[in-house]
């Protein structure tokens, strides 16, 4: 179908603060690489956007088989068996959950629920890209604190907390750079922060961590009625295809991210799958000792090469080549995807997810290559 000419700017009609949102970009797919090089989609090595290179549990696979006869009705939209499931593992009470399409959906309840035009929300240089759309979008100020050594600057992010800010977002580890503050430096700047003031702490990454940072966030539910805890399924448990995600919080701030929640957000094989893969502890250790495995051999492979790299307690690493679109461009030419992260601030790094032994020997091949062209 062709475009239609119209007397009537749309874009005109949305509000300012929508028309200066840059939609957020996720990474490359295989299929959109192979459309554009001409290559096997087979041979296309993804190491962009931070997914389990182990797949998803094989109990939630499982439970998805399981659930397929029944696609034809609606899921639950109050996701019973899942908070159930959290429940029981958390110690939390089932009205303190809420459920997302992914954790990127739970991040824009928080936001809509809380923020306004007139008031603000507070985010690190280099976090999550996702912070500042969903103030944004809402039409809120956004305040980004510059990062101290790639990572939040705890105390700044503290002191620039206004009278105008209802919501701050903190990242533990951090997505892009992989940094990471301990639980006592969390739990210290949570008693900074006013009481009506909303701390969302994202812990997409926090299965990870290694025993030594290890810290465990749901006890701090009860001293800090302000904080929101946000996880996801997309990583460790290998559901990223199927976008679930849920914040653990007081519940009278669940009851209000549930009212602009969406009926039916979360579909029902992402709610089964879920379920399942939270006893799955043999997937989760495998997929544990996986990365910390590839992430000692991705460190080895770039200081060989000599690169800078920011140490991480994700199952990703950022490191520094100078031309980052040059780089990334020749390894894209050579079937390997990883992730530009110019978008942060940052043009002269990539971000590669750690994966299995023969992929990031692959990977570490071809950037030794596209280091040498």
């Not at 923020?115 to 890209?129: D, E, I, N, R, W």
């Not at 976008?243 to 969406?262: E, K, L, S, T």
Request: net charge negative; hydrophobic share 45%; aromatic share 8%.
């Amino acid at each position: 179908m062709s475009s239609v000419s119209s007397p009537v700017s749309f874009s005109q009609l949305a509000p300012e603060y929508i028309r200066a949102i840059s939609p957020y970009v996720p990474g490359k797919p295989i299929s959109e690489l192979a459309r554009e090089m001409g290559l096997n989609e087979a041979d296309i090595l993804k190491l962009a956007s931070n997914e389990n290179p182990l797949g998803m549990s094989p109990k939630a696979q499982s439970a998805v088989t399981a659930a397929v006869a029944e696609l034809a009705r609606y899921p639950d939209g109050n996701g019973f068996a899942l908070k159930q499931a959290l429940s029981r593992r958390l110690g939390v009470g089932q009205e303190s959950f809420v459920l997302g399409n992914g954790s990127n959906d739970v991040l824009e309840l928080i936001a809509r629920a809380f923020l306004t035009p007139g008031k603000s929300g507070v985010y690190s240089q280099y976090a999550f890209a996702v912070y500042p759309l969903a103030i944004q979008s809402i039409g809120a100020r956004c305040i980004e604190v510059p990062a101290r050594n790639f990572g939040h600057d705890l105390a700044a992010m503290a002191d620039a907390v206004g009278a105008d800010t209802r919501v701050v977002f903190l990242a533990n580890p951090n997505n892009p750079t992989g940094t990471f503050h301990s639980g006592e430096a969390i739990e210290s700047f949570l008693k900074l922060v006013p009481q009506d003031v909303i701390v969302v702490l994202d812990e997409a990454y926090n299965e990870y961590m290694s025993p030594e940072q290890r810290y465990d966030a749901v006890p701090w539910l009860q001293r800090y009625p302000n904080l929101v805890l946000s996880r996801t399924f997309s990583k460790i448990y290998g559901l990223a295809g199927l976008r679930i995600g849920y914040a653990a919080a007081h519940p009278d701030i669940a009851d209000m991210m549930n009212r602009v929640r969406a009926p039916f957000n979360a579909n029902s094989l992402a709610l089964v799958a879920a379920e399942a893969a939270l006893d799955d502890e043999e997937f989760l250790q495998r997929s544990y000792e996986t990365n910390r495995a590839g992430m000692a051999q991705i460190i080895k492979g770039l200081d060989a090469l000599g690169l800078q790299h920011i140490p991480s307690a994700g199952n990703f690493i950022a490191f520094k080549v100078g031309d980052g679109a040059g780089v990334n461009v020749r390894l894209l030419k050579q079937g390997v995807i990883v992730r530009p992260i110019a978008g942060y601030g940052m043009p002269e790094w990539l971000r590669v997810t750690i994966s299995t032994e023969a992929e990031n020997a692959r990977f570490l091949d071809a950037l030794a290559a596209a280091l040498k062209a």
